[in-house]
């Protein structure tokens, strides 16, 4: 179930909200209240993630007991040495099941190509269909089990408000990945208020017309245009696939990541931002502190850090965040274009700590001057980052880079791919970059003022009318981030 999708937004969520909010009503006192509350966010949960299949639903539910288990084992066992031991235990179990629903694939295909180069047969074999949302309820369940180990998280004696916290709905699909330490008090004493509430509703709108009216349109051109065989498009056909997508994959993952914190403030969750407009960034390192945050915490809180971080000196920083941009693409996907992905973010990010210790350029103003620059070469180093994730094998990521510099007559042209819908798309996707949202703010806060919040409110009708009305005459609703 999408959040973007006419049964979620007109049946699951109303219901889900009446039923919830209906509790309040009961002659009951605060902490009954609560914990029927939190019941019925659970049901729904499992309901919400049902709809992937029942089978996936079932693998949630063992991965939510091995870590609850888990976790009481750890903080339940006084010897170091048997402590470890479980946690290691989970961490492996955890990883295996991972490994093997994402990455069976990859290395089956792997030894079946090795077969046959050395004279073998190739051998047929029943592909493994990737659970939805499988990378980021582990990676959640995982961070409580260390973080019991650590001493950073207290032991979760209840198993409904675990299970709660993995399977909470709002970011069970594809995040942000919250860590247990952010929500735990939320779970047994939270105050539901008006103000949250609808706070809650205008992020949620927000973010679907992300999806809806930005993302969906400018996927119709990325996807139109990487369905032509490579070496038929031109370079203006080349240019306007790679930033299509670069929009797309931008609007598409912010947007729900936007919905999802918008759905966790209407049940008093709170969940941390994610993105804070990554392509303003003046570096490959600014832009990794801005894109999927959760995760690039997550990275850093469980292998940067515990590997040494940079506390032993450069050599070892370096080796350390090749470990994780490697993992980061590694994590992506069981394809050979997402690990390289990881690696060429990694080469960058590793370049710039590199000529930053030599050059000690770490003054506010210098910064500031090379500020513009700085955001044109971290343009160019995404967007080309981009389509080797887009594309499905490392050659034709490869000679997509080239048509961008490439000059040959095609028959298809960047006029056959654009409409006024599509242009009013790339418009607002550009506007809703960053730039305007940060030196027009005084601007934004100013007529907010003086329309009390009035003009915004009859906007946000709009764009939810919109959104209803393309949904309702269309079918194109893809989810970039549902397939990792």
Known sequence: MLFS???FLQIFLPVTLAVYYGIGLLPASP??????????????????????????????????????FGGLLIAR????????????????????????????????NLAGQIRVFLGGEAEAFTRIVLPVGISFYIFQALSYTIDVYRGNAELQKNPLDFALYVSCFPQLIAGPIVQYSDVSALLTARHENTEQFAEGIRR??????????????????ADGIWALEVGKIGAGLAWLGAVAYFFQIYYDFSGYSDMAIGLGKMFCLDFKENFRYPYLADSVTDFWRRWHISLGSWFRNYVYIPLGGNRYGESRAVFNMAVVFFLTGVWHGANWTFFFWGIYHGFF????????????????????????????YTFLVVLVGWIFFRADTLPEAFAFVGQLFGARAVDETVLSFLSL??????????????????????????????TRGILEKVWLLLLLALCILLLTNSNYNPFIYFQF
């Not at 949620?204 to 051109?221: C, M, P, R």
């Open 204 to 221: 949620f709108l927000y973010g679907l017309a992300k999806k809806v009216l930005i993302a969906n349109s400018v996927a119709e051109i």
């Open 77 to 108: 066992c006084e010897k170091p040495g048997a402590r470890k031991a479980f946690l290691a235990g989970t961490v492996v179990l955890n990883l295996g099941l991972l490994f093997y629903f994402k990455y069976f694939n990859l290395f089956r």
């Open 349 to 376: 990010r590793i370049l710039e700590y590199c000529l930053t210790k030599k050059s000690g350029r770490n003054s506010k103003s210098r910064k500031k001057r090379f500020r513009l620059p700085g955001q044109i």
């Open 5 to 7: 999708s006419l049964i």
């Open 31 to 68: 902490a009954v209240k609560r914990r029927c509350r939190n019941i019925v966010l659970l049901l729904a949960s499992l309901v919400f993630y049902g709809f992937s299949g029942l089978k996936y639903l079932l693998l949630m539910l063992a991965v939510i007991l091995l870590n609850y």
């Open 421 to 450: 819908r599509r242009l009013l798309a790339l418009m607002c996707a550009f506007l809703g970059l960053g730039f305007f949202q940060e030196y027009g703010r005084p601007v934004l806060d100013g007529i907010q003022r003086a």
